[in-house]
Nanobody, 125 residues
Framework: QVQLMESGGGSVQAGGSLRLSCRASGYSVMTYCMGWFRQAPGTEREGIAVISEGGNPGYADSVNGRFTISKDNGKNTVYLQMNSLKPEDTAMYYC???????????????????WGQGTQVTVSS
């Protein structure tokens, strides 16, 4: 059974950092695209970072240069390091499993079929 469990959310002041973790079970993160998405109230779910089977990352323009996605295959865990946080980064953050792609992954939510329950990130000014 595929399960994804996020952790690491919280409240932080603008300019601060957080690291989110997503522990996967029921399959290996080595064999699928993994992604981080976020959704603020009243908005659509936004893809912000993905990592391919081969470890190649992709980022939305809104977070490029500030966020870093990585994975530890041995721990079957994907991470999102978030630096220079802004109030507009406030949202529920979700981890998701996407298609099997070695080189590059999509950033669109419809391409991801399994989702975690989410973890809240709040950035105050």
């Amino acid at each position: 059974q595929v399960q994804l469990m996020e952790s690491g959310g919280g409240s932080v002041q603008a300019g601060g950092s957080l690291r989110l973790s997503c522990r996967a079970s029921g399959y290996s993160v080595m064999t699928y695209c993994m992604g981080w998405f976020r959704q603020a109230p009243g908005t659509e779910r936004e893809g912000i970072a993905v990592i391919s089977e081969g470890g190649n990352p992709g980022y939305a323009d809104s977070v490029n240069g500030r966020f870093t996605i990585s994975k530890d295959n041995g721990k079957n865990t994907v991470y999102l390091q978030m630096n220079s946080l802004k109030p507009e980064d406030t949202a529920m953050y979700y981890c998701a499993r996407g298609p099997s792609r070695y080189w590059a992954c999509p950033l669109t939510a419809r391409d991801f079929g399994y989702w975690g329950q989410g973890t809240q990130v709040t950035v105050s000014s």
